[in-house]
């Protein structure tokens, strides 16, 4: 099969992406920190995806017979006040917290890159007002702003998403400003004004490319602050509500019998560590592979001038 010239210029820069995914995916594989985290946010996908298929009984399945049982051959994780299968229910519950926290993260990362891009590249009176408008935003501590924004609205998964977003979007936008304010002034940015080309196309097409490894790092980095962030606020009661199995509210609601029946708060609590400790040390991963490939050219070049 014969490709013309457009499909065969279209098709480089397809296997041009593709390769570079695969090295980035090596070099991840290659780094322990960065595979470990891979696997550990791998297998808490699994459970996301697949939790109620793997889990041995219906998460809302009460046996009070079996009220606070330990752990056992038939109860993994033992269960809770109600008799609820605990391993069930962490099984379950991996969803929607991954939902929430990457959608949330997703949309602040949306929000904040926009308000950064705008800032940064326009500069004046926009960067003065909107910038100012970040600092208020973020002169309330992460917990108490969320708090606010769902006790002003009411709680639900769609706003709790809003609320996480809103807290995460100063943050974002300081990160992606700080970048364009560096990229402006590059050679190619100037050619594109030469060009004629317009300011959307100019931050969207020439800047935004060039900013997305650490846009992407910096997304990881909140994904774990939105796990936490999450549960808490299910710890207050404000996170997702029953009969959704969340594991900030399977914490609150075993507290009372932390004494008796330790494994009621435990599991729950080891599965927020461990994912947040696995999002960590992937964004660990995927730092290091970003600088080395911002490393990597000039060093050939410096070899190449040898």
Do not use: C
């Not at 939902?99 to 590249?121: F, K």
């Not at 009176?125 to 208020?136: A, F, G, K, N």
């Not at 796990?227 to 199995?245: E, F, R």
């Amino acid at each position: 099969m014969i490709l013309s010239q457009t499909e065969a210029k279209a098709s480089v820069p397809a296997m041009s992406n593709a390769l570079r995914l695969w090295r980035g995916f090596l070099s991840l594989a290659r780094n322990p920190s960065g595979l470990t985290g891979l696997i550990i946010v791998a297998l808490f996908v699994v459970m996301a995806i697949f939790g109620e298929v793997l889990a041995p009984f219906p998460y809302t399945e009460q046996h009070y017979s079996d009220a606070l049982m330990s752990p056992s051959k038939t109860y993994l994780f033992g269960t809770d006040q109600y008799g609820r299968d605990i391993f069930s229910r962490v099984l379950v519950g991996a969803r929607s917290i991954l939902l929430l926290s990457v959608t949330a993260t997703l949309l602040g990362l949306l929000l904040g890159v926009t308000v950064g891009l705008i800032t940064g590249y326009f500069g004046g009176w926009v960067d003065e007002i909107l910038m100012r408008l970040m600092d208020v935003i973020m002169s309330f501590p992460s917990l108490l702003l969320a708090l606010l924004l769902l006790s002003v609205f009411g709680s639900g998964m769609f706003k709790i998403i809003i609320g996480i977003a809103v807290v995460f979007m100063p943050r974002v936008a300081r990160v992606v400003r700080s970048i364009v304010l560096d990229l402006k002034s590059k050679e190619f940015v100037d050619a594109a004004k030469v060009r004629g080309e317009s300011a959307f196309y100019i931050m969207s097409q020439e800047i935004l490319p060039n900013a997305s490894g650490p846009i992407i790092v910096e997304g990881s980095i909140r994904i774990s602050y939105a796990i936490l962030l999450a549960a808490s606020l299910g710890y207050l009661g404000l996170g997702v509500q029953p009969p959704s199995p969340d594991w900030g509210l399977q914490v609150s609601e075993g507290r009372q019998f932390i004494l008796i029946a330790p494994w009621v708060v435990i599991f729950p609590s080891l599965a927020i560590a461990i994912l947040v400790i696995g999002v960590n040390l992937l964004t660990d991963g995927l730092k290091k592979v970003m600088d080395s490939d911002t490393t990597g050219p000039n060093q050939e070049m410096q070899q190449g001038g040898q």
